[in-house]
């Protein structure tokens, strides 16, 4: 996909981040986080989101996860996984035109999502 087409889709008014608000609002928060943006990353991986976003690479870091938005939302709706702030903004982190880089984003940095996904894999990447 080219760069105007992702800065399209990141932009504000984009439809990963439109997917990343309603993932929030679905859960009662008024602003956003990280683990947001995992969950409409995971949507558009299994087809129920933004379609055509995740690149492979993206995809093939979650997938080696064994990370699912089924579990995922569950834990975020539960609250059953305590999270810290985020090192960056949402917007900072919608800034990275290249969703394998923002994948890595999101689960190197010390994020929400990165808490997330290890809680949901049992500690840590494999």
Known sequence: MDAKRWK???RPGGRLRRQVDR???RLGRSAPGT???LLALLAAREGGGVEGVLDERGGARLTA???DYARARAALATETVALPSDPRSVEEYLAITDTGALVHSLLD???R???LAEALNGGGEE
């Open 8 to 10: 399209r889709l990141l």
């Open 23 to 25: 993932e929030a609002e």
């Open 35 to 37: 683990e947001h943006v």
């Open 65 to 67: 996860l064994g990370l």
């Open 109 to 111: 940095d010390d994020t």
């Open 113 to 115: 999502a990165r808490r």
